[in-house]
T-cell receptor, first 114, second 112 residues
């Protein structure tokens, strides 16, 4: 049973560029969330997708956008990259309606903006 | 809004000694509470969770945590530290909407 998978694992971008990160949820899961973890900090919630719609959003600018596909996989897009966007981006998944909030995380995508 | 505060950004223990990581939460509704562990260059692994059942929660790898409403705390303990426990630990809270709010983390080092 594959867990949450993310790609790419590492990437380097230049300021002003755009980046797309991808996530496949754990088998049986239909809800995907994205988190940003800056160096030395705890993860910060970006947004959550369910039934191909953004359901909740954290305190992130509109440069951060996402998408969920019919197969429940998801993309995170960041436009006009800033140096401060350098971080580990974590994808998390769960199954809607399950009790106990069991949320599984992927290994993350390391983004470096230079 | 929910939030957690982890007391101590770094904890150093001897192998075989007690591990105690402190977490205090703030929530306007009965909270769901979690402890996650992150090994270097890896994602987050769930250690244990509190979801309004038993106040003493047992998790993986010998860890446990006790929910104390009167103290708004959810401290994580392990009776005997092992070298493999060296990692970063995060406390998190949710009000049931499945959005997790994390603390800043506590780095644990284990001395031989």
């Amino acid at each position: 049973d594959a867990g949450v998978t993310q790609s790419p694992t590492h990437l380097i971008k230049t300021r002003g560029q755009q980046v797309t990160l991808r996530c496949s949820p754990k088998s049986g899961h239909d809800t995907v969330s994205w988190y940003q973890q800056a160096l030395g900090q705890g993860p910060q919630f970006i947004f959550q997708y369910y039934e191909e719609e953004e359901r909740q959003r954290g305190n992130f600018p509109d440069r951060f956008s996402g998408h969920q596909f019919p197969n429940y996989s998801s993309e995170l897009n960041v436009n006009a990259l800033l140096l401060g966007d350098s971080a580990l981006y974590l994808c998390a998944s769960r199954r809607q309606g399950t009790s106990g909030n069991t949320i599984y995380f992927g290994e993350g995508s390391w983004l470096t903006v230079v | 809004a929910q939030s957690v505060t982890q007391l101590g950004s770094h904890v150093s223990v001897s192998e075989g000694a007690l591990v105690l990581l402190r977490c205090n939460y703030s929530s306007s509704v009965p909270p769901y509470l979690f402890w996650y562990v992150q090994y270097p260059n890896q994602g987050l692994q769930l250690l244990l969770k509190y979801t309004s059942a038993a106040t003493l929660v047992k998790g993986i790898n010998g860890f446990e945590a006790e929910f104390k409403k009167s103290e708004t705390s959810f401290h994580l303990t392990k009776p005997s530290a092992h070298m493999s426990d060296a990692a970063e630990y995060f406390c998190a809270v949710s009000d049931g909407d499945y959005k997790l709010s994390f603390g800043a983390g506590t780095t644990v080092t284990v001395r031989a």
